[in-house]
């Protein structure tokens, strides 16, 4: 970093927050999520033999509470009258679905031929390998800006 940039940026810290450009903020000037690829395993690969990534970009907050409220349910309890029933399982994985690009789980060619209308199901058969599906949940919830913390997911949830 020059030295004419380490004093703007300092410049920019010393204004009252209040004064700062809020431009900054509006929708024309911030950026779109960025794709990213990534090796989920070694056993997808090319016709070349190279290793095939998988490709994720991250979904809006709006997408994410859409897909909290159809994890969540509510049963009667007797006594309790009606409980919220939140399967954060179910919500992690759904993330996971809607944030890889490539390989679409979702696809009719994929539900398909591994006999399932399911695209989390079709997730678990290509992933078989416990490691690989695992490892497939927690990038995707980095890519969303999670981190590899299931608890952070389930407080948003409850909220």
């Known amino acids: 970093m020059s030295e004419k940039e380490k ?9 009252p927050v209040e004064m700062q450009d809020m431009s900054i ?6 950026e779109e999520a960025k794709e990213v690829k990534e090796v989920i395993s070694s056993r997808f690969k090319d016709k070349k033999g190279n290793p095939v ?3 994720f970009k991250a979904i809006t907050t709006e997408r994410i509470n859409e897909l909290e409220k159809e994890c ?3 049963e009667k309890v007797r006594g309790q009258g009606k409980v919220k029933k939140f399967d954060s399982t179910r919500f ?8 890889t690009v490539y390989p679409d789980f979702k696809s ?7 006999k399932t209308e399911d695209p ?3 997730a678990k058969k290509v992933l ?3 490691g690989e599906f695992q490892r497939w949940i927690e990038l995707t919830q980095e890519v969303n800006g999670f981190g590899d913390d299931e608890e952070v997911l389930e407080e948003i949830a409850k909220n």
């Open 7 to 15: 004093n703007e940026q300092i410049e920019v810290q010393d204004v």
């Open 25 to 30: 903020f509006l929708p024309d000037n911030i």
């Open 53 to 55: 990534p998988f490709i």
């Open 72 to 74: 969540t349910r509510f």
């Open 92 to 99: 992690v994985e759904r993330i996971a679905v809607e944030t």
């Open 108 to 114: 009719g060619e994929l539900r398909r031929v591994y």
């Open 120 to 122: 989390i199901e079709v």
């Open 128 to 130: 078989s390998i416990g």
